[in-house]
Nanobody, 128 residues
């Protein structure tokens, strides 16, 4: 068994910051040893890739829409991956979820549910 759990979501105003956490355990932690990705799904829209990070934390990948404002990092001693989000915009309102998989960091962009280990997500609401 493997588990992935996100936390840290909330309601903020445009321009604020939030830090999301993605905790992995069991087989998910083993997969997370390869790569972890962050994704978001806004109401009525398709899920989109946000960011990913490799096992060591030395390589990361970002979607163009959030590049320069979001930073992904990990603490392997705690099996936790973080997504620091700054200067949040109203279009960032979405359910953010993370997934762990045995893929290269760039391969996480195309990861689909059913492959790897996915969390349930955490809601982020950004108001004007």
């Amino acid at each position: 068994q493997g588990q992935v759990a996100e936390s840290g979501g909330g309601s903020v105003q445009a321009g604020d910051s939030l830090r999301l956490s993605c905790a992995t355990s069991g087989r998910a932690a083993v997969s997370a040893a390869a790569a972890v990705g962050w994704y978001r799904q806004a109401p009525g829209k398709e899920r989109e890739f946000v960011s990913s990070i490799n096992w060591s934390g030395e390589v990361s990948h970002y979607a163009d829409s959030i590049k320069g404002r979001f930073t992904v990092s990990r603490d392997n001693t705690k099996n936790v991956v973080y997504l620091q989000m700054k200067n949040l915009k109203p279009e960032g309102t979405a359910v953010y979820c993370c997934a762990a998989a045995s893929r290269l960091v760039w391969g996480m962009e195309s990861l689909k549910p059913g492959i790897g280990f996915w969390g349930q997500g955490t809601q982020v609401t950004v108001s004007t």
